[in-house]
């Protein structure tokens, strides 16, 4: 158990920050969230926190980390070291860092951003988001079709880091529908220890 207090910034709705609360409920880490919305991260006292104004950012006693998969790398390395959550053996790590990669690319740039746009009108390209989603989920359906999790036998932060924008993808506008493997790998997820859902939104018309 941490000796110091565990504080997270970010937003319920936020997949990033959702990752990261995945992890430390998994791991039983006692923390405290800050509900941090886009109007607070001008803030001067947040971007002492993260001078690039993102969520989620947590502080570990003195130490204050941003970004979603770099705090997923920290919190396993630091409470649960050698576990499956991130392997030490080098082939089982390179595949946890090839699904980090592609959480923080294909899977940001495909379902997240089509959500973000959707559900926020934030700027964006829906149709380029939809077409990286529409290469992103055929590559994982075949890819999970003959195993449990993305990287290794069990679950991993790769898992978490791609959970929660490819569930809520219907959200975006982009259905799951015909995914099957896909399907049965998020059910694996939601039935791990301590899994909790993160808040939904409207699914688009259509879906």
Request: glycine fraction near 8%; hydrophobic fraction near 45%.
């Amino acid at each position: 158990m941490p000796v110091s207090e565990i504080v997270l910034y970010g937003t319920e709705l936020s997949g990033h920050c959702h990752r990261v609360v995945l992890l430390l409920r998994m791991l039983g880490l006692p923390y405290r969230f800050v509900a941090t919305p886009i109007e607070l991260r001008g803030t001067a006292e947040f971007r002492r926190l993260n001078p690039l104004r993102q969520i989620p950012v947590l502080q570990d006693g003195d130490l204050t980390l941003a970004d979603s998969n770099a705090i997923l790398v920290y919190l396993a390395k630091r409470y649960a070291s050698g576990s499956h959550w991130l392997p030490q053996d080098p082939l089982a790590a390179a595949e946890v860092q090839r699904w980090l990669s592609i959480a923080a690319g294909e899977v940001r740039h495909g379902p997240c951003a089509a959500r973000m746009v959707m559900q926020w009108n934030f700027p964006g390209d829906i149709e380029r988001a939809k077409r990286i989603a529409a290469v992103l989920l055929p590559f994982m359906n075949e890819h999970l079709s003959n195993r449990s999790f993305l990287a290794t036998e069990h679950a991993t932060i790769a898992d978490l880091a791609c959970y929660s924008y490819v569930a809520h993808a219907p959200e975006g506008g982009i259905a799951l529908g015909g995914y099957d493997a896909v399907l049965a790998w998020l059910g694996r997820i939601e039935a791990l220890p301590q899994f909790t859902p993160m808040a939904g939104l409207p699914i688009p018309a259509g879906t």
